[in-house]
């Protein structure tokens, strides 16, 4: 497992420090003031006629990420989260400790130093060590600093070798945590109570997806990872709650590409007496907050692409498939010339799939990753909407919609099914697709019929892709690179191989 000789070596220079005495990894030492704290506090010292001022003492920890000797002295560079500062001790002040810094001391390790503010010759703000220790050995050498951590699927399996050498990772990371507090924030501010629900489900539902399975020992039972909270949140409307939101994580066991993971985080909320209009209305406001939070631009870029929201748009399913998919109004109407056409353009379709279902995948092939600017699509075909109220003049739409910006969907959204009876009747014909060889049909939940029997008032509901938002308002383009930890296939040996000499860091 550390058999390679450079990790070898620094275990022999682990063990020598225990042999002299020292705890390679120690505990308890306590720094006064970060890193970007200390820059900031001494900022005036090179207004001064001292370039030094030993009466402060402040202590510093971080890992050491360059270093440089010379001969009775040495300057190292330690980084903590909020940055990186200069660090300089000599012989002189640390005696015979200096000699074993120099001989154990390396690019990885965790430092404790404690002196003074002094500005180097080049005027570079720096802490001059009067104490100096390593308080945690790293035996595992990091990437050799000039090339850096290039290997995609290295930055992902160990994330924490990412955010070690690439800080701007750890800025995407620390936006993505302000984008979630601030969502969180605006739907207090409105109201919404924050719930949380099973993950565990009998039953999976709230979306059409393959689940994962699991087994409960206790109960002698299967049970589903969530595919979505919605039918959980629907129940707690039903209980009087009027208007409830949950971040939640979701697991759907389907294919994986730059904008699918099978575990994402999502936020979910209904709101009772309110249409999907209102959501309409209310997503607008979440964005405008959103990018005023962030100080965020109303122009975004994105990829190759400028994303403009103050350029929103509301547009028809069948309008779309028409004005930006081009497909003539008559081959739209009409669900044979839809299936014909869609085969004439090598779209992957079947002869059971029904008229809603060939609208969907004409949308996908000609339309989504069109829809750059933000664009509400709504007027969803029933069959594909099987939680969504029916349109009141039209029964053969929902009142529904999707919100697409930057070519993907980042929101979905309808006035709620409340009839049970209905509901059930959708829920049967879910069965059959499923009965009929369709993975992603949702299973018959008669709980839910049940709990809409007592009576849910008006509701309209939402959910929204938090990985998707911050794909977008971080400029990525791969869900990987906004997901801490995601999903990859076992490596084949458990550690990557290091190729770099100790002498190159």
């Not at 979701?250 to 294919?255: D, H, L, M, P, T």
């Not at 081009?326 to 109407?333: A, D, K, L, M, S």
């Not at 009141?392 to 969907?409: V, Y």
């Not at 008006?458 to 990987?480: C, E, F």
Request: aromatic residues 10%; charged residues 30%; hydrophobic residues 35%.
């Amino acid at each position: 497992m550390f058999d390679n000789q450079y990790i070898q070596q620094r275990i022999q220079k682990s063990n020598s420090l225990r042999e002299l005495g020292f705890n390679p990894y120690s505990n308890g030492q306590k720094r006064t003031i970060t890193n970007a704290e200390f820059i900031q506090k001494f900022s005036s010292l090179s207004s001064q006629e001292e370039q030094r001022d030993e009466s402060v003492s402040e202590s510093v920890v971080g890992r050491v990420k360059l270093e440089r000797w010379m001969g009775k002295a040495s300057f190292i560079k330690v980084e903590d989260e909020s940055g990186v500062l200069q660090v300089y001790f000599s012989k002189n002040d640390l005696n015979e400790h200096f000699e074993l810094l120099k001989k154990h001391l390396e690019v990885g390790d965790i430092i404790y130093a404690k002196g003074f503010p002094f500005l180097t010759k080049t005027g570079e703000l720096s802490l001059y060590a009067k104490e100096l220790e390593i308080i945690t050995k790293s035996i595992v050498p990091l990437p050799e600093k000039f090339h850096g951590l290039s290997d995609i699927e290295l930055r992902y399996r160990q994330r924490y070798l990412d955010l070690i050498v690439n800080s701007d990772v750890k800025e995407t990371f620390k936006t993505r945590s302000k984008i979630v507090s601030h969502i969180r924030k605006f739907f207090e501010a409105k109201g919404f109570l924050e719930v949380e629900t099973p993950m565990l489900h009998p039953i999976p539902g709230g979306a059409n997806a393959r689940p994962f399975i699991t087994h409960h020992n206790a109960l002698e039972v299967d049970r589903y990872l969530r595919i979505a909270p919605e039918l959980y949140l629907k129940r707690l409307i039903v209980g009087g709650f009027e208007a409830v939101f949950e971040i939640n994580r979701n697991f759907r066991n389907e294919g994986m590409d730059h904008s699918h993971n099978p575990e994402f985080t999502m936020i979910e909320f209904y709101w009772a007496y309110k249409t999907y209009e209102d959501l309409i209305a209310l997503t607008r406001e979440l964005f405008d907050y959103l990018l005023t939070s962030l100080n965020l631009p109303k122009q975004l870029p994105h990829g190759e692409d400028i994303i403009d929201f103050e350029k929103v748009s509301i547009l028809s399913y069948k309008d779309a498939l028409h004005k930006i998919g081009g497909i003539p109004q008559e081959i739209i109407n009409d669900c044979n010339k839809l299936y014909s056409y869609l085969l004439s353009q090598n779209v992957e379709v079947q002869e059971s799939m029904n008229y809603g279902q060939l609208q969907s995948e004409a949308f996908d092939a000609f339309v989504e990753d069109k829809l750059i600017n933000p664009t509400f699509i709504t007027e969803y075909p029933v069959e594909i909407s099987p939680l969504a109220r029916r349109n009141d003049e039209n029964p053969m739409i929902a009142d529904r919609f999707e919100l697409f910006i930057g070519g993907k969907e980042i929101a979905n959204g309808f006035s709620e099914l409340n009839d049970p009876l209905d509901q059930l009747e959708r829920f049967r014909e879910q069965v059959k697709a499923k009965d009929a060889g369709d993975e992603e049909a949702q299973y018959m939940d008669e709980d839910y019929v049940w709990a809409l029997a007592h009576g849910m008032p008006p509701t309209a509901g939402q959910g929204i892709g938090i990985d998707r938002l911050v794909m977008l308002l971080t400029n990525h383009k791969i869900i990987k690179d906004v997901i801490l930890f995601p999903a990859m296939k076992p490596a084949k040996n458990r550690f990557e191989p290091i190729e770099q000499k100790e002498d190159e860091q």
